[in-house]
């Protein structure tokens, strides 16, 4: 007997996962839950980014950093050992487990070996240097910032190998936090650190929300309620606002905004998520002109700097993308996974070079050109856009999370012992569920989000058949969905739009059990209300011009070159569109099966033609792209055939148009 249901979210009230780490009380129910690292294995082009990850700027940037030489603090010795060792750790060690490289584990558990023993009688773990930071003011405090990011690859090593010493570890490190007088636990220290004298002691009080779920994390394992506690503290001493906005700065955003979200689940004040999603979308509606999730911030935001020229950091997207993550555990809404795909499926992947052997620091949505230059309209002087494998300091390290954090959230578990694909990739998952302790493995066929259509197919267990659920989530942008399993359609009838739902199967699965999945993938228009430009979408993804690209080396080595690219062919056009019919203005293209590596230009699975002419006054200023004009404009260039390609394949990029018109409401592109 099958079960159908659709449900805003996996059910929490049935009680706790019983064999994944979720919440105990008093902390509110997980409707997700995250398996193990190591339980998902991605295939496909995802599989291939972790290969290129590996071989690339992340698996050997014990090579290339100065952060990482054998004297940095986090080996011992009176150096600093900051952020940078721990941002590329976390993402490292996971890339090591995903992708099962030995020399990539060797590295990986040499370090965690190393930061385990660390630890002093106290408590404290890491470099000297933070344990006792004294200000020329006189102020003295740990830096525990550096804490909060290396804790989640400790977590990670424990979810992938069960090492005893971890809890333990833990434990005496939040006592040691627990014990501080209350002048040093991240203790409010004024004006960006300069009476202080050391800016970098500023960042953990306006970051301290990263312990929130390392507390929590620890706090199920051992049941002690004093994590509980010095959570409420943490959560007490997280700088406030300093004015209208959140956070001026562009990570301390993606990171600050779901703290009280990611609280949400120890006070139960529903205020407290609310604030999450009303600081997420003040700022994206006053700063995100432009399409997937970015907004402009080229390190801070800047009055009147909305344009999406304005570029958005690498460090950005990737913390960006581990809110969602944790904040979806806490409610279970689909728009998470909606907002991590719009990021990480768009911007992410033109952040860094095809073979993964460089990035920029900043990524826009109007870049039409990638040069060396250190005079951009972006706050931050010096090479911002370039690629490089040895600048960007913060990025080139934080990157690391970004492509096996992605894959190892493809699925999630339930509260209710089931099994949910959350974000749609091929792949394959292991995980217990049902009621018996038994573990399935599925594997998950698909050329998402090029193609909206996906195959499950259950695969072996000792304990088959069985039953339990899975979920299916329903993506935000789609309108058709429809499921079939084993050949028979699902009757979902009356359920007109099930868009950022979940539709949930509970049956006695078997061994060969298909199921047929497919979102119908519409060409659809955003128009932003700024100057009236607009975004052409087609599924998860958003198009952009296709710009001829001429990389051309401006340093570095052989091994390790440095490039800029610049264009090769006309980026300024305006868009033709019927508004009364958007989708009559293109035509698409035969989706092709992605390469190993689709995030290219030439490698595109999938192309649109739209109609365009040229606005030739539209130029750079500074070598940025100019602001945008108010739409439609007046053009007398003949009208030609362009092609546009996603957004994530394209490091060129226009993909906020102006629109082309004639008669007394167009305008003069001055």
């Known amino acids: 007997m099958m079960q159908i249901s659709v449900l805003s979210e996996p059910p929490s009230e049935s009680g706790s996962n019983r064999y994944y780490n979720t919440n105990r009380a008093p902390l509110l129910a997980s409707p997700l839950v995250k398996l193990p690292l190591g339980s998902v294995h991605p295939n496909g082009w995802l599989k291939h980014q972790l290969e290129l990850m590996a071989e690339g700027m992340t698996g050997r940037l014990t090579e290339l950093s100065i952060f990482l030489e054998s004297d940095n603090g986090w080996f011992g010795g009176e150096n600093m050992g900051w952020e940078e060792q721990p941002y590329w750790l976390r993402g490292f060690y996971d890339l090591a487990v995903l992708t099962g490289d030995a020399r990539l584990l060797e590295e990986a558990h040499r370090w965690i070996d190393v930061v385990l023993n660390s630890q002093d009688a106290d408590g404290y773990f890491g470099a000297r240097y933070h344990k006792r930071v004294e200000g020329i003011n006189g102020q003295v405090c740990p830096d525990l910032w550096p804490h909060m990011i290396m804790l989640d690859a400790v977590i990670s090593h424990y979810e ?59 706090y199920n394992q051992t049941g002690d309620a004093w994590l509980l506690d010095l959570a409420a503290r943490v959560f007490q001493r997280i700088d406030p606002a300093p004015d209208e906005w959140l956070d001026h700065h562009i990570v301390n955003f993606t990171q600050r905004f779901r703290y009280p979200g990611n609280f949400y689940a120890q006070s139960k004040s529903q205020w407290h998520f609310d604030q999450t999603e009303y600081w997420y979308r003040q700022h994206l509606e006053t700063w995100g002109q432009q399409p997937r999730g970015i907004f402009g911030a080229d390190e801070n935001i800047r009055t009147g700097c909305v344009d999406p020229r304005q570029g958005f950091e690498t460090c950005g997207m990737v913390e960006f993308a581990k809110s969602f ?18 990021v990480m499926l768009n911007h992410f992947p033109a ?43 913060c990025c080139q390290h934080n990157v690391a999370m970004g492509w096996p954090y992605y894959a190892e959230n493809l699925w999630q578990a339930s509260a209710d012992n089931g099994l949910v694909a959350w974000l749609y990739a091929a792949s394959s998952v292991t995980a217990r569920v049902g009621s018996d302790n038994a573990a399935i493995t599925v594997e998950e066929k698909t050329d998402y989000p090029f193609s909206g259509k996906v195959t499950l197919v259950v695969g072996q267990s000792v304990r088959l058949p069985y039953s339990f659920p899975l979920y299916l989530r329903v993506p935000g942008w789609c309108r058709e969905f429809t499921v079939a399993v084993n050949g028979e359609d699902l009757n979902l009838e009356g359920l007109e739009d099930l868009s950022g739902l979940y539709v949930r199967i509970e049956r006695e699965w078997k061994v060969g059990d298909v199921v047929d999945i497919d979102m ?17 979408n087609r599924g998860p993804l958003t198009y952009s011009l296709r710009i001829g690209e001429q990389w051309r080396r401006c340093g570095g080595s052989e091994v390790w070159p440095e490039w800029e690219v610049l264009p090769t062919t006309a980026w300024n056009y305006g868009l033709i569109v019927d508004r009364d019919n958007p989708a009559a203005s293109f035509e698409l293209g035969a989706v092709i099966a992605p390469a190993d590596q689709p995030w290219t230009l030439d490698a595109a699975p999938i192309r649109i033609t739209a109609r365009g002419k040229r606005i030739p006054q539209w130029g750079l200023q500074n070598e940025t792209v100019e602001e945008l004009q108010p739409s439609p404009v007046r053009s007398v260039e003949p009208e030609e055939a362009l092609t546009l390609i996603p957004l994530g394949c394209a490091r060129l990029r226009i993909a906020c148009f102006p629109t082309i018109g004639a008669g007394p409401l167009a305008w003069e592109w001055k």
């Open 351 to 393: 952040s860094g070079t095809p073979d993964l052997k460089g990035l920029h620091y900043l990524t826009a949505s109007n870049q039409p050109q990638l040069d060396a230059s250190e005079k951009h309209e972006y706050q931050n002087k010096g090479r911002m856009i370039s690629y490089s494998p040895h600048d960007y300091r």
């Open 160 to 218: 992938a190998t069960a090492d005893a010493r971890v809890i333990p570890f833990m434990a005496r490190f939040f006592a040691f936090c627990r014990d501080l007088p209350a002048e040093q636990f991240l203790p409010e220290i004024t004006n960006g650190g300069q009476e202080f004298g050391d800016w970098r002691v500023w960042w953990q009080r306006r970051r301290a929300g990263d312990f929130l779920p390392q507390l929590y994390w620890l």
């Open 520 to 536: 119908g993938m519409q060409i659809t228009l955003t128009e932003w209300p700024r100057t009236g430009s607009v975004s052409v």
């Open 325 to 342: 993550y944790i904040l979806a555990r806490v409610t279970g809404d689909t728009i998470w996974a909606d907002r991590a795909e719009d």
